[in-house]
């Protein structure tokens, strides 16, 4: 098995504010837009400009990566890299319903171009899926990586560490598996911190005391005061740059330049708020990002693919006032009333 050493060199990887971007669908919620996605690819690009630490993921679960065929996952990340061109780092995510099909899927997603992989525990069955104690059976992700890591050798990868839901951890994966994981596969160089507040804390000191350097990334928006005051925040991995992009850097900066006072009047001007409700509910998260990422005007429908479901009148409505709290460009107010008219409920 080929390995990397989280060194200086892999920090200018993994020490990054990466957007997991959304696919935007055509009016049938099917088809890729993909004059609609490298428009939103542009966007992300010309923010690189004046935020030289940005980064890309293509491929993430906010982008129907589960629900996207393999040629159609080759496509994203084809037109991620183009459209990059080499300006920031990209990940992709690489799905498959097998391990093997996963591992041999590597090696095709790496030939487009992108930097590394980002991974997710396996799909399927409730055995591996909510059913899955990872803390006695560590092994059902570690050999799923360890079979990716061995068809693609020393592909620097970042974790989506989603699990079985836990009053300790939210739906993060728990301390022992993630150390154990850590451990086993030195080429992982960022984590993704999807966990609850107190989980966070727990990881994140775990893996700090580490000897080799893996990046916190935390992925909900709706605690990123707390981790940045925390310190438990060497980037960011999170879809919430889809709808937020502007205001949540303006936030970052402020902590990073000491200045709390802007930072707490940008989070109590509406981006708590604004964040709090898109991360109220697990089952709802990215329908939000993806309905808010509309009314933004940066795609041209909320769809995802089936079968997710549509958004709410109620959800469209009230992400419309919570982003008209913000400095930020909007839809005008009758393509919100268009989408509220074709939804059902």
Avoid at 68 to 86: F, H
Avoid at 181 to 209: C, E, H
């Amino acid at each position: 098995m080929g390995s990397i050493e989280q060194t200086k060199d892999t920090r200018h990887l993994s020490d990054r504010l990466y957007a997991a971007a959304v696919v935007p669908l055509q009016a049938d919620g099917e088809t890729i837009d993909e004059p609609g996605y490298r428009k939103l690819l542009k966007y992300f690009i010309a923010a690189q400009e004046k935020q030289p630490d940005l980064a890309l993921i293509a491929n993430p679960e906010a982008g129907d990566i589960f629900y996207l065929s393999q040629e159609e996952q080759l496509k994203v990340a084809s037109i991620t890299t183009e459209e990059v061109a080499g300006r920031m780092p990209v990940f992709s995510g690489c799905a498959s319903n097998s391990t093997k099909g996963a591992a041999e899927f590597s090696k095709k997603i790496m030939k487009t171009g992108v930097d590394g992989l980002f991974l997710a525990p396996p799909v399927g069955a409730m055995d591996i899926t909510f059913g899955w104690d990872p803390e006695n059976y560590p092994e059902i992700w570690g050999d799923y990586l360890d079979a990716i890591s061995k068809a693609s050798p020393g592909v620097p990868i970042i974790c989506h560490p989603s699990g079985v839901v836990t009053f300790e951890y939210g739906i993060g994966l728990p301390k022992e598996p993630t150390l154990h994981l850590l451990d086993r596969f030195p080429q992982i160089i960022g984590w993704k911190m999807t966990y609850n507040y107190s989980g966070n804390r727990i990881v994140s000191r775990a893996i700090k005391k580490r000897s080799q350097y893996v990046a916190l990334l935390p992925a909900m928006g709706a605690y990123f005061h707390e981790f940045l005051a925390a310190g438990n925040f060497d980037g960011t991995l999170t879809g919430s740059f889809n709808f937020a992009l502007e205001p949540m850097l303006d936030h970052i900066n402020a902590w990073r330049k000491g200045d709390l006072v802007k930072a707490r009047a940008i989070w109590d001007g509406g981006l708590a708020e604004l964040q709090e409700y898109v991360y109220a509910e697990f089952g709802r998260i990215h329908i939000r990002y993806k309905t808010a990422t509309y009314l933004r005007g940066l795609i041209d429908t909320p769809w995802l693919r089936s079968p997710m479901p549509k958004p709410r009148k109620a959800e469209v409505q009230t992400l419309f006032t919570l982003l008209s709290k913000l400095n930020v460009s909007l839809v005008d107010r009758t393509k919100v009333d268009k989408i509220v008219n074709i939804l059902e409920k």
